[in-house]
């Protein structure tokens, strides 16, 4: 059993030649409104590849919320921890691709905010009978902190992707068991820049000194940096694709990994399953409708 706490947020997708610079407008195409959020985006990416997953989040009051818990339901996901906050808007990211598949991110967290230790505290049981508990950095820190608490005194295990990048503290890192930022998360927990392996490697076992057992920094198309406390680290290569954004690579990567892990999977075969998943969701627009369900991810594997 899976808990996945985070955040939802309505995705406003804009392609453009270039990032509008300050005063400039520019005129763009492919104008859509998709489901993302990192909390969605790795609950939609568990429940697509099979997992039993639980998703503790918020929603507004408002039409959009309300269709993306039924979505959320529809992706396999159990919903009834997914509370709708009344004269709350729902969260917003307001996303602009340019031609080269890069993005960048303005985001209103709404009802995201209000995911406080109390209402926590109404659904904690939940995560006292999971197996894994996966959070990312858009909740609240101080709800991220007390759930990765009832985790670790229940024998729950913490997988974190630490996203968006941000500093945090040794009191909610020693919780964490298992631990996925990518290049520039990595360097903001550590102060260490990852440019190559040598950077990773240090990286890694910085994290590894905080007490964390697993540390996996995602690389991009060159997959992960992979290391378990003790031993040495190494890359595991992701699978070569044409990307047409990378939007909700990581997200798919990591909601695709617990999947595995609570499958049984040992850490280098889970690791090419989210590679397999995450290669899939970065040949295709957009967060969630970029996700793929476990046919796609098996039939991928096949290949
Ligand atoms: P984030 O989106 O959080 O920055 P990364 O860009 O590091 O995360 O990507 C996460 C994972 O997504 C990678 O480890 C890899 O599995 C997959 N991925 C990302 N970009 C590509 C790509 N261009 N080709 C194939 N896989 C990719």
Redesign the pocket.
């Known amino acids: 059993k899976l808990v996945v706490l985070g955040s939802i947020n309505a995705d406003h997708i804009l392609n453009v030649k270039h990032f509008p610079q300050p005063g400039e407008t520019v005129r763009g195409d492919h104008y859509q409104v998709a489901f993302g959020g990192k909390g969605a985006n790795q609950a939609v990416a568990a429940g697509r590849s099979g997992a039993d997953i639980t998703f503790i989040a918020c929603v507004g009051d408002d039409d959009i919320g309300a269709s993306i818990k039924k979505q959320l339901f529809l992706d396999n996901i159990k919903t009834e921890c997914i509370d709708a906050i009344e004269g709350e808007t729902t969260g917003v990211a307001l996303i602009y691709v340019n031609q080269q598949g890069e993005n960048t991110i303005g985001i209103n967290a709404g009802a995201n905010a209000r995911l406080t230790k109390e209402r926590l505290a109404q659904y904690q049981q939940k995560i006292v009978e999971a197996d894994a508990l996966l959070m990312q950095l858009e909740s609240p820190i101080e709800t991220v902190q007390m759930a990765a608490e009832i985790a670790k005194r229940n024998n729950t295990k913490v997988i974190l992707?630490p996203?968006p990048a941000q500093s945090l503290p040794d009191s909610l890192l020693s919780l964490v068991d298992i631990i996925t930022p990518?290049?520039?998360?990595a360097e903001h927990l550590t102060g260490i820049a990852v440019n190559d392996n040598q950077g990773a490697q240090d990286a890694a076992e910085a994290l590894h000194q905080k007490g964390i057992s697993k540390v996996m920094i995602?690389?991009?198309?060159?997959?992960?940096w992979y290391s378990e406390k003790g031993s040495e680290g190494k890359i595991i290569s992701?699978?070569?694709?044409k990307?047409v954004d990378?939007?909700?690579?990581?997200?798919?990567?990591n909601g695709a990994y617990v999947t595995a892990l609570l499958e049984g999977k040992a850490d280098e075969e889970a690791i090419i399953f989210?590679?397999a998943a995450?290669?899939i969701?970065?040949t295709r627009p957009g967060a969630q409708p970029s996700v793929p369900w476990r046919k796609e991810i098996d039939q991928f594997l096949t290949q």
């Open positions: 992707n996203a990518n290049e520039t998360e995602t690389l991009g198309s060159r997959g992960v992701a699978f070569r694709v990307a990378t939007i909700a690579a990581g997200d798919t990567f989210a590679h995450a290669a969701a970065v």
